[in-house]
């Protein structure tokens, strides 16, 4: 397994939120640095995720669409 290399960042955060965040890591153990790479990681899964819904979405548009009524209706559940 290859080693990851570790590339130094620094953040700013308004006395509030490291506050709020301070909280947060008492409550939950974690360290900074892993609760800020899971952050990180969770949101760019996230718009990747949303990008790939809008897209397809728009590729689809002209498809027909049935809701969720509809389906269990045909299903007979």
Same mark, same amino acid.
Do not use: C
């Given at each position: 397994m290859a080693s990851e290399t570790k590339?130094?960042? @620094?953040?700013?955060?308004?006395?509030?939120?490291? @506050?709020?965040v301070n909280d947060y890591l008492k409550v939950s153990g974690q360290s900074f640095n892993s609760f800020v790479n899971s952050a990180v990681q969770e949101k760019i899964e996230d718009e990747l995720d949303l990008q790939i819904l809008t897209n397809a979405i728009q590729n689809n548009k002209n498809e027909k669409r049935y809701s969720l009524d509809d389906v269990k209706r045909e299903l007979g559940i």
């Amino acid at each position: 397994m290859a080693s990851e290399t570790k590339v130094p960042r @620094s953040i700013k955060l308004s006395n509030e939120l490291n @506050s709020t965040v301070n909280d947060y890591l008492k409550v939950s153990g974690q360290s900074f640095n892993s609760f800020v790479n899971s952050a990180v990681q969770e949101k760019i899964e996230d718009e990747l995720d949303l990008q790939i819904l809008t897209n397809a979405i728009q590729n689809n548009k002209n498809e027909k669409r049935y809701s969720l009524d509809d389906v269990k209706r045909e299903l007979g559940i």
